[in-house]
């Protein structure tokens, strides 16, 4: 097994050369002791912090950002991704909320990375759909003299 990674754990980006020789791991290229750590992990079990939106109910905007509160397994990102498609949480939503709590099995949970504030009235209603990526794109179409389906 040979390979190429480049670390992300700093700005020097080092590109580290790893291959294994019987069950030991040759790692070459990185300038400090965390890039070693780093290359065996991405081989082994690479992990990603995830950073999506979810859909709020009743707030100021229709979505908040949330992010893992920790790395996750690359496997299971995919999975997740569709699972957190699916959820709607109530505002209001404050930074640092759980979203769901150990949502990678391992303790790691989703927490939301934005605030949205509880819409108080029926005009912030409307005003609120200005968030909605759908929205904004029906309504370009209608301003560029297009068809609207709508
Ligand atoms: S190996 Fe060390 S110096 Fe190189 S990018 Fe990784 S953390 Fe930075």
Redesign the pocket.
């Known amino acids: 097994m040979k390979g190429h990674i480049t ?1 992300t ?2 700005p ?3 590109k ?1 050369s790893v291959r294994k020789e019987g069950v030991e791991y040759i790692i070459e290229g ?3 002791v ?2 070693k750590q ?1 290359a065996i992990d991405e081989l082994i079990n690479p992990t990603r912090i995830l950073t999506t939106s979810v859909k709020v109910v009743g707030g100021k905007c229709d979505l908040a950002s949330v992010r893992t509160s920790g790395p996750i397994g690359l496997s299971i990102i995919r999975e997740k991704m569709e699972e957190i498609k699916k959820l709607s949480v109530d505002a209001p939503v404050k930074i640092g909320q759980v979203i769901v709590e150990n949502i990678d099995g391992n303790g790691v949970s989703l927490i939301a990375t934005r605030e949205v504030p509880q819409r108080t009235s029926v005009r912030e209603a409307g005003e609120s759909k200005g968030t909605d990526p759908f929205f904004l794109t029906r309504t370009s179409v209608r301003e560029a003299g297009g068809e609207d389906h709508t």
């Open positions: 670390c754990i700093c020097v980006g080092c580290i990185n300038k400090c965390r890039g780093y």
